[in-house]
């Protein structure tokens, strides 16, 4: 067990919809950060957020927005599903080590099915 | 970019030695990572290297050659549940922005 905790496990919607998918980091930790990994592709990085800030964006789609909220958590919204966004989406966590992000621990993940 | 290549797929025999290869463009880079991750699971961390020389860690040792952008993961003694896939990492800019490669799926044989 990681210390990251993801919900829900799995979801199951429709085309068009919206979703969102939320994440407590471990204990300590300021740093969260969203991952997609589809079938036939590795873990894709989508966003990070450090203290409530976003800190780094990668290859995130502009129908999906994230935030951190003053206890740490995070969510991550995804809208206007499509069946492409059928994916495995991690929350990973980590904290600093002299002023450099630090090993990051990855939640069980939410895995999206969109019919 | 910052490509991270491995190879695609492995397969080894119980109880042996086997080694993965990862290399990463070396512009910005300030660490490795490798992870091992199992079908519909999460990756799990294995080690983590910035300096150059190499890291045991029990049956996984990690190496790391900065100059070179070179790493590899050592696993000994092989045993059936180390069949999973090897995820490579590479740690950009000090900001936590990991690249990925697409992962070594190690199959053990008996």
């Known amino acids: 067990d990681s210390g990251v905790t993801q919900t829900p496990k799995h979801l199951i919607t429709a085309t068009g919809q919206r979703v969102t998918l939320r994440c407590s980091p471990r204990?300590?930790?300021?740093?969260v950060y969203w991952y997609q990994q589809s079938l036939d592709q590795g873990l894709q990085f989508l966003i990070q957020?450090?203290?409530?800030?976003?800190?780094a964006k990668g290859n995130i789609l502009e129908r999906f927005s994230a935030q951190q909220f003053p206890d740490l958590h995070s969510e991550l919204n995804l809208s206007s599903l499509e069946l492409g966004d059928s994916a495995l989406y991690f929350c990973?966590?980590?904290?600093?080590?002299?002023?450099?992000?630090?090993?990051?621990?990855f939640g069980p993940g939410t895995r999206l099915t969109v019919l | 970019g910052q490509n991270i290549d491995q190879p695609t797929e492995m397969t080894a025999t119980e109880g042996a030695i086997v080694q993965i290869n990862c290399t990463y463009q070396?512009?910005?880079?300030?660490?490795l990572f490798w992870y091992q991750q199992h079908a519909g699971e999460a990756p799990t961390f294995l080690s983590y290297?910035?300096?150059?020389g190499l890291e045991e860690k029990g049956r996984f040792s990690s190496f790391l050659s900065r100059s070179k952008g070179y790493s590899y993961l050592l696993l000994k003694e092989l045993q059936m549940k180390d069949s999973a896939s090897y995820l490579c990492?590479?740690?950009?800019?000090?900001?936590?922005?990991?690249?990925f490669g697409q992962g070594t799926e190690l199959s053990v044989k008996p």
């Open positions: 204990s300590g930790d300021l740093s």
């Open positions: 957020y450090y203290n409530g800030e976003e800190r």
């Open positions: 990973a966590s980590s904290g600093l080590l002299a002023g450099v992000a630090d090993t990051q621990y």
């Open positions: 290297n910035v300096l150059d």
């Open positions: 990492a590479a740690l950009y800019n000090q900001g936590g922005k990991l690249i």
């Open positions: 070396t512009s910005g880079f300030n660490g």
